[in-house]
């Protein structure tokens, strides 16, 4: 009986018993069952008989997602046994060695933890006091208004992404059909955030391929042209994958436009101290839309200034326009967290509030911040000169020395990029972004060889 029902002919995923439902008996399967690679076997009436039971799978329906285009590129990298391979994907600072490099401060730090003897208790749900204090501070300067004045909204969050996710939750939430325009090029992963929080975005003009600089024309008339009270998401410092920021002056352009058109900014920072080597310089962005008294959000990272990646540090800000206002806000960023996350994790938060918060260690932090900053800037330097020196074409190719921060974005096409990696085992973005982080001196003219040839004889 049992057997005739449950033929493999009839065992589609609609027409086949569930597994649960035999094992609780609610079909008779035979005397005795034992399960074999995805069948059970039945006897029954004395003869054996093959029964599907798990031969078809409820995830049929799930395809191969593709490779992450920056965080693949790795998966790639460690996946090739040539010895010359380079990884410059990602943007996590390497040593000169091209090891990973973990700051002395934040060793210091986790050595004070270890002597206090801190406990792993869950943290609130807006995350650890003293790190939200100081993150506020190093981000907008301790003596600002807006934190004298109680008015912004801080909560820790799952590292820059989890930071601008939980944004776009809110966004989803209390500003319906909004719209977030983001720059043309970006982050990769900015369109998959707000994708995924159902936030429609559109792009504004930012990168002039032509110029290999800030198309500021074509970036002001976009952003004047979207649906007032849009969200500008904005790079605070070190633009990625361009390396381009806006001057001092273009800054107070868009900060006029975004006031005209009643449009919320929106910064990631990501990368404060990377772009000029100085935490406050790298701030200032930030600061001047602050200081003109707008509402503005922030989103902060320390996965690469304080080289936390894994750690998963980060923080979302936002500045309203009172201390009541921000008390709100704040509830319900926590309310919106407590079921995606519920808390954040406590080892990061530590750090940052034992390195921010301690003079000491903090001097110590913007001296590794500015050897960092350093290095990255002297493989800027001996790229360039390489190029220079072994390129006869006469092309310039000053404009890596312009952009600024862990990339230089290249200005080679897919194609070229392919070529990179598939003859030179040079590992790098298909939007043609190297990571100098990444790069050593001494593999500046292997490098060089590399683009030379894929500028020149790809197509
Ligand atoms: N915002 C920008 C502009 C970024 O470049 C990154 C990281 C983040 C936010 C988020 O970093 P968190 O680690 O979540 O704090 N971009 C790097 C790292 C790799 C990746 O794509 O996550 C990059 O290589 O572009």
Redesign the pocket.
Known sequence: MASTMLSIASATPSASLSMHEKLKGKVKLGSTTNSTAGFIKTKSFGRVSMVAAVNVSRFEGVTMAPP????GVSEAFKADTDEKKLNL????YRTEELQPYVLDVVKKAENLMLERGENKEYLPIEGLAAFNKVTAELLFGADNSVLKEQRVATVQG???????RLAAALIERYFPGAKVLISSP?????KNIFNDARVPWSEYRYYDPKTVGLDFEGMIADIKAAPGGSFILL?GC????TGIDPTPEQWEKIADVIQEKNHIPFF????QGFASGSLDNDASSVRLFATRGMELLV??????NLGL?AE???AMNVVCSSSDLAARVKSQLKRLARPMYSNPPVHGARIVANVVGNPALFDEWKAEMEMMAGRIKNVRQKLFDSLSAKDKSGKDWSFILRQIG??SFTGLNKAQSDNMTNKWHVYM?KDG?I?LAGLSLAKCEYLADAIIDSYHNVS
């Not at 992450?68 to 965080?71: G, S, V």
């Not at 799952?158 to 601008?164: C, D, E, I, N, V």
């Not at 989103?299 to 690469?304: H, I, T």
């Open positions: 992450d285009p920056i965080l994907g990602v943007g996590a799952l590292s820059g992404t989890g930071s601008l970006t982050w990769g992963n900015h790079h070190a633009h990625n994958p990631d920072v990501a990368y989103a902060q990272s320390y996965s690469k990646y998963r540090i980060g862990m990339f973005t972004r990571s």
